[in-house]
């Protein structure tokens, strides 16, 4: 089982970004994913989620500016950010359904 995320970066206050998290090793199509972000000295927070139907849910500090996605034919999974802010800065991790985790992106936001 692999899962890797990438397209984290530096980024200035305002801007986006694009992650994604790609995967093998298990039925994708079958799971929920998550996006989940850590920041030094925070707890680690759940982002958003999206179920193998593609509902999905996010955290109020991110609602309207992020977006979650998947493809099941690509078995990956994306996260699109926009307007971010220098509170947005963390790891950020992806999972299926809390089971199979992602060493994570790492994103910061400057002022």
């Known amino acids: 089982i692999h899962v890797e995320e990438s397209g984290g970066g530096l980024v200035q206050s305002g801007g986006s970004l694009r992650l994604s998290c790609a995967t093998s090793?298990?039925?994708?199509?079958?799971?929920?994913m998550n996006w989940v972000r850590q920041a030094p000295g925070k707890e680690r927070e759940l982002v958003a989620t999206i179920d193998h139907q593609g509902m999905t849910q996010y955290a109020a500090s991110v609602k309207g500016r992020f977006t979650i996605s998947r493809d099941n034919d690509k078995k990956t999974l994306y996260l699109q950010m926009d307007n971010l802010k220098v509170e947005d800065s963390a790891l950020y991790l992806c999972n299926a359904a809390n089971l199979y985790w992602g060493p994570g992106t790492e994103v910061t936001v400057s002022s």
């Open positions: 090793g298990f039925t994708f199509s079958s799971y929920f």
